[in-house]
């Protein structure tokens, strides 16, 4: 069953960050994931939710987005991702 990958961001450096994301797609499309969406001004209907930056990978399922995640190669992604902004990350799906 398919599993979502919804990401807020704050981007503290853009350039910076944008190192991240040039190697980061190669290894979503080796994973079989997909980017959904990437908002920089998601619609907020209710609630106090303050997104800064809203990102969503479709994934096959929650076990493939564990293997990526835990993967060697995504790593030091992490650590490079962690330099250039903040992040809160949840999984949605089976």
């Known amino acids: 069953m398919t599993a979502y990958v919804v990401i807020d961001s704050d981007i503290a450096d853009d350039e910076g960050f944008q190192q991240y994301v040039d190697q980061v797609f190669p290894l979503l499309e080796k994973a079989g994931a997909r980017n959904v969406l990437d908002e920089a001004a998601p619609l907020v209907l209710e ?3 303050s997104w800064r930056r809203l990102v969503v990978h479709e994934f096959e399922s ?7 995640w835990n993967s060697p190669a995504y790593q030091p992604l992490k ?5 250039y902004s903040t992040v809160r990350v949840v999984v949605g799906g089976a």
């Open 47 to 49: 609630g106090d939710w």
């Open 62 to 68: 929650r076990q493939a987005v564990e293997e990526f």
């Open 79 to 83: 650590e490079l991702r962690r330099r």
